[in-house]
Structure formats: C-alpha cells, structure tokens
C-alpha cells in the first residue's frame, strides 16, 4: 500500500519509490532513469561514446532537438545520468527569465549551483573536498609518518603548485580556494562558506572574505568561462573525469528582444568555439531546443555563423532514418507505441515500491482506453500528453492500491480543465470543454 514503510528495506526498492514520487509531481525523476527509457537506445549509445571521447581530455558540444512533448528534459537528464555512472560531475541548467544565455555571470552561477556527482552531497564543496583530501592522501602515502604540521606544510605546498596553474588565466578564483582551504583548516566556517559562495558566483558574499582573499568585485561578464574553466580543473584534479553541463529550454530566449536574443546567441557561439578548440578539456555541452530555437526566424537562424556551426543536414523529405551523431539529435516525438511501453515500465517500478500490482483492473486495454480519453482533449496527439498521463497513471494506479473496489475503466475520467500544472504548450492544444 502506498505510505507503508516496511517495505523500504533496500536501495532499489527506495529508488522506485522517489520514481513514482517524482511521476506524482509531474517532474522528472532525479535517478533511476535508465528504468523509465524506451526508444532512446541508439541516442543513448551515441551519448555515451561522445562522453569517452570528451573524458579523454577533450571537449564537446551536443544539441539536443524536439518538439514539446519530445521527451528533452528526460532525454538530458538520462544524458547526464550516464556522465555520472562515468565517473563526471554534472550541472543541469533550466534557461528562464532569470537565467539566460545573454547573462554569463548568471549562466556561470546556475552551473555551480547546480553541480551534481555521483553522491548526494553538495556538489561544489564535495568536488573541492575531495580534491584537497586526495592531495592530503597522496602525501600521507609518500611522507610516512611525518606529524601533522610537516603534513599541513606539504599539502599547503602542493596546493600552492595547482593554484599557480589557475592564477595564470583566474588570479580571483585561485585566491579563493586558497582562502577556503585555510579557513577550512582554522574551524572558520563562515569565511570558508563565503569562498564558496563567491566560486558560485553570489554577489552578496562580505567584505571580511574579500579582505582576506584580496578579490574585488566576482564573477561579471567577461570572467564568468574563465571561472567555468578553472572549475573544469578543479574538478578534474579531484578525480572527476570531467564535466557535463546541460543548458535546457534554450527556446525561452526568443521571448527577449532581438538585441538580448543576439547577445545571447554570440556567447552561444563563443562556447562552441572553445569548444572546438579545446579549451575546455573534459568538459561536454548539451544543449536542448525546440524546432523553433533551431529553425524559426527568431531562433539560432537568425546569427548565421552560429547557425552555420550547429544545423544539421535534414531533406525536404525524412527518408525516416536518423542519424544522432550529427550536431543535433533529433527526438522523434512520442506515439502510442512508446506510452505503452512506459506504462509497462511504470507498473514494474511501482510493484517494487509498494507490492504487485493487479493486472486484471490495470492492463494493455486500460491503458489504451486511458490514452483514448486523455489525447481526446489534446485532437488525438499522444506526443504532447506523456507527462500528464504518468501523472495521471500513477494515482490510477494507489486508487488500485488503495480501494479493491476501484474500477478504473469503468471510474477513469479526464477532466482537462482541473489538472494541475498544466504547461502553456499543454493548453495550447488542449480542446477546452465549456
């Protein structure tokens, strides 16, 4: 039964669990979604290859192309699920009002804050932690038993060796982690909390951290990939094999003006040449859109250099053979076929949270009579309804848990109008019962 806590003795069994839980929101899970993957076999593989490639010591940049409906945001998040099974830190980044690409401080400050390994603790004190612990281990290894102060000396040192490397091209963010790593060191919590802070990017950290690292100012438009590119080396040194950074609903930027879109896609191009010349080793791009971001007047079309750099070759006529190893991996939309098959998935990882589910009330003809009733209200298009029917599914599916006299196809009804959280994309299509 849904609630019971007896039976969350085991991790993949909590894991099914947080699955359904996000499934309730309407969100996307923050694990397991290898579980929930259907269709996406070769893109995955695709993605997987790009990421050996780029944990070599290079760097890359893919466009991830879909309508509403898609499946994007999964899509990239499987992505960056797969970069940490890999052994990277990841950052996933919802582009919005406030975090744009005609901003890189902002952008810059969204990434840190939202770093993420294969733990679940804070992800940029973890990634520096770790990085000053392996130091600490790898000369405990060498000098023996030498005592604690000839160690602090020795790791102070060695410390001072890589930030020499970093204050070449970012004097600020060396004198940061300095300034953490000795705070840290002293038991001072607050100034070692300010360091972080100002690596991330707030503007509103104190004047006594500032005096003590002898910065001004932070991270502005001009330092902001400087700063992401001193991160990539800190994260690489702390044993990460590198970087995955995904920027989603890059579309939203066609809502700005046309000279806050333009900026906007000059410093995308800024990062797709850097990354074409490697400046960014260990470090993977994922960037998603919709057909109008890629192909519309108001999209990347309208800065031809950009566009010349990550359009994809497409015929008039789609011979039905995609090719994700282009720039560009085009999503097919979702059809019937697919919404079945997450059904399926769905069931299995619901029996492992809360026990088996009855298959004589939920079935392939539920299912199928559940899409019919739900796409009714969308003009018959399964490809826009995949989120709202899971949502849907899963209180289908504790009625059943809940009630043995619950009948779903005989109870089962959409009412449109009064489902939450329904998406502008949503409604948009959605016929509207007066």
């Known amino acids: 039964m849904p609630g019971s806590e007896n039976k969350l003795q085991n991790t993949s069994t909590i894991q099914s669990v947080g699955i ?67 052994g990277f830190a990841t950052a996933h980044v919802v582009l919005s009002q406030n975090t744009q690409l005609h901003k890189l401080a902002s952008l810059y400050r969204a990434i840190a804050g939202s770093i993420r390994t294969d733990t679940h603790t804070p992800g940029l004190k973890s990634i520096i932690d770790s990085w000053i612990y392996g130091i600490e281990e790898r000369l405990i290894g060498s000098c023996g038993d030498e005592d604690e102060e000839v160690l602090a000396t020795h790791t102070a040192e060695e410390i001072e060796r890589f930030l020499m490397q970093i204050s070449e091209e ?44 002898g910065v001004r100012g932070g991270v502005d438009e001009g330092s902001a990939l400087r700063f992401l590119k001193g991160l990539t080396r800190i994260i690489h040194q702390a044993g990460y094999r590198g970087l995955a950074v995904a920027c989603d609903e890059t579309e939203t930027i066609q809502a ?106 939920i079935n392939l003809r539920f299912i199928r009579a559940m899409t019919d009733r739900i796409t009714f209200r969308f003009g018959g298009r399964i490809d826009v309804v995949p989120r709202i029917f899971l949502r849907e599914f899963v209180d289908i599916l504790d009625k059943c848990a809940l009630h043995d006299a619950y009948d779903p196809l005989e109870k089962y009804r959409f009412e449109g109008a009064g489902i939450p959280d329904v998406k502008e994309e949503e409604r948009a299509v959605m016929e509207i019962e007066w």
Not at 40 to 51: G, S, T
Not at 264 to 284: F, K, M, S
Request: with cysteine.
């Open 170 to 213: 970012n004097s600020g963010l060396a004198a940061a982690v300095r300034t953490y790593y000795h705070a840290a060191n002293r038991g001072d919590f607050t100034i070692a909390g300010a360091a972080l802070g100002w690596i991330s990017g707030e503007d509103t950290v104190g004047r006594t951290f500032k005096k003590e690292a």
């Open 20 to 86: 359904i839980n996000a499934l309730r929101r309407g969100t996307v899970p923050s694990e397991g979604l290898e579980r929930l993957a259907v269709g996406i076999e070769r893109e995955e593989q695709v993605l997987a290859d790009q990421i050996r490639y780029v944990s070599a010591g290079r760097s890359d940049l893919k466009c991830i192309h879909g309508d509403f409906g898609s499946g994007k945001t999964f899509f990239v998040s499987r992505a960056l699920e797969i970069a940490r099974s890999d």
């Open 256 to 361: 700005l003006s046309r000279p806050l879109r333009e900026r906007g896609y000059v410093n995308l191009r800024q990062i797709v040449d850097a990354v074409d010349r490697n400046e960014w080793p260990g470090t993977l791009f994922l960037v998603t859109g919709t057909p109008s971001f890629f192909e519309g007047p108001k999209g990347i079309r309208s800065l031809p250099p950009l566009y010349d750099r990550i359009q994809t070759i497409r015929s008039e006529d789609d011979d039905g053979f995609s090719n994700p190893l282009q720039t560009q991996i085009i999503l097919p939309r979702f059809d019937e076929k697919r919404l079945e098959a997450v059904a399926t998935r769905v069931i299995q990882i619901y029996s492992e949270a809360y026990g088996e589910v009855d298959r004589s009330r």
